[in-house]
């Protein structure tokens, strides 16, 4: 039987190749995302475009504006799921009258009613999205959070700088809540003031799962987002959800990785269970560092929201787990402010988990996933 020829590589060409594949998958990542957001924005706009028709031929009292956006915000979600909250609509439609198409009409060169190609139909012209979508370079998520500046100065500001040079979201967030529009107004040398703005700090740049991963995206495409940000964190969660469900039948699984919108800031709960017998929610936070008095903050910040938009009429508030799982710092700590009584509290204490319990099963837990990492 003739030996197979071993195959021997170069191991400079093959890394630089290597490399080039890398990167051609990173931008063909980028690419994907940009071209998803280009279509979002412009159907957002549409969207916004005909609620605005759709009301100037009704009534324009405030009242009959607020109704039909929720009328469209539970048809639109019953037909699509999420992503079409009464606030998403509602943003849409004020990102048409910050871009009315009068507006649009002036910057496209061109004129568009004889386009028979055109995508999008709209009473008062036929638009080809590819010429639109011009007009908007910018991904949806930085026209959302330009949305929050009130000052049309500044929005154009910083849309403007954004295009220029080239900012993500985070970097984009970052100037306007540093006030970088009135600290460059006030500067006597604003040239150097803009130069510096351009040069992204760190966490500014996004990876490409990242922006793939953009809650907004996903929503658009109707994909999930249930996703850790670590292996290690990953396999704790796994376990976790495991070994509570064994604890026995009153713990009922809700979800992972449970998004929430708050204002413009999307936040996750990495897992929610239902208990059966307490009536109530329970929301868990994994921290893979020391537990901090933000954790806690950040966890009752969970809890109201939970309590407003999850909790039905028949069951008790909420209940928060956080964990960490700090290497000899494991800790489990129950958030139970928020019950209106002390009794309830106690019963509580009584019927969940022992902390002691949870703690030792998220260090049996990290040892078990260390060793097999050394494997």
């Known amino acids: 039987m003739k030996k197979k020829k071993e195959i021997t590589l170069n191991d400079s060409q093959y890394i630089e190749m290597l490399s080039g594949v890398v990167g051609l998958l990173e931008e063909a990542r980028r690419t994907s995302a940009r071209v998803v957001n280009s279509i979002m924005t412009v159907t957002y706009w549409e969207i916004g475009h005909r609620i605005s028709e759709y009301e100037q031929n009704g009534e324009k009292r405030a009242e009959y504006g607020t109704a039909l956006l929720k009328k469209m915000s539970i048809d639109l ?11 998403n609509i509602y943003q849409m439609r004020q990102f048409y009258t910050a871009h009315p198409f009068e507006k649009i009409l002036q910057t496209v060169s061109a004129k568009l009613e004889n386009n028979t190609s055109s995508i999008l139909q709209t009473p008062s012209a036929k638009l080809d999205i590819a010429d ?13 959070r330009l949305l929050s500046v009130k000052n049309p100065e500044a929005r154009e500001f910083y849309e403007k ?24 107004a006030l500067s006597k040398n604003k040239v150097a003031m803009l130069k510096k703005g351009e040069k992204p700090v760190d966490g500014d740049i996004l990876t490409p799962e990242e922006e793939i991963k953009n809650p907004l995206v996903l929503e658009f495409l109707g994909l999930k987002d249930e996703y850790s940000e670590s292996d290690m964190e990953e396999a704790i969660i796994n376990h976790l959800e495991a070994f509570l469900l064994e604890l026995g039948t009153d713990f009922a699984f809700v979800g992972r990785q449970k998004r929430l919108r708050i204002d413009d800031s999307w ?7 239902f208990h059966r017998r307490l009536k109530c929610l329970v929301l868990i936070d994994l921290k893979l560092g020391k537990f901090s008095y933000a954790d806690s903050g950040q966890m009752h910040v969970y809890l109201n929201y939970a309590q407003e938009h999850w909790t039905h009429s028949d069951e008790n508030p909420p209940v928060g787990l956080i964990l ?11 958030a139970l402010n928020n019950l209106p009584s002390k009794i309830m509290a106690t019963e509580y204490y009584t019927i969940l988990p022992d902390e002691k319990l949870l703690v030792d099963e998220i260090s049996r837990t990290r040892l078990l996933i260390e060793k097999r990492k050394k494997k």
């Open 77 to 87: 979600t019953a037909k699509f799921g999420r992503g079409f909250g009464w606030r």
């Open 161 to 184: 700088e954004a295009i220029r040079g080239g900012w993500s979201e985070r970097q984009l967030d970052r100037q306007i809540t540093s006030m970088f529009y009135e600290r460059t």
């Open 132 to 144: 639109i979508a011009k007009y908007f370079p910018l991904p949806w998520s930085h026209y959302v």
């Open 324 to 334: 960490c799982a700090e290497k000899g710092n494991d800790m489990a700590k129950y």
């Open 267 to 273: 936040l996750r709960v990495d897992l929610v269970f």
